[in-house]
């Protein structure tokens, strides 16, 4: 096989794998978050330790029970 392409298939994986890695830490932030914002008031609920949305429910302003996380990947991704 040419070697232009050996190499060209080293890098697509390498991409590959770090776009992998990526997508695996949004899936677990999402999964966990020290905000939560009600998506029904837009208010947002703290936490001290990464928490599931179930945790958050019900918002005790409002009741709500939808939770969107808020995400700061900026900060995690920088560590790596
Ligand atoms: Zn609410």
């Known amino acids: 096989m040419d070697p232009a392409q050996d190499a060209l298939i080293?890098?697509?994986k390498s991409i590959r794998d770090q776009a992998?890695?990526?997508l695996q830490r949004i899936e677990h932030a999402k999964?966990?978050?020290l905000l939560w914002k009600?998506?029904?008031c837009g208010h947002t609920k703290h936490?001290?330790?990464p928490?599931?949305?179930e945790v958050a429910a019900p918002?005790?302003?409002c009741g709500g029970a939808t939770f969107d996380p808020v995400l700061r990947l900026t900060r995690?991704?920088?560590k790596t």
């Open 10 to 12: 080293v890098v697509l």
């Open 20 to 22: 992998d890695a990526v």
């Open 31 to 33: 999964q966990r978050a």
């Open 38 to 40: 009600c998506a029904a």
């Open 47 to 49: 936490f001290t330790r």
């Open 51 to 53: 928490a599931l949305a």
């Open 59 to 61: 918002f005790p302003r």
């Open 76 to 78: 995690s991704l920088a």
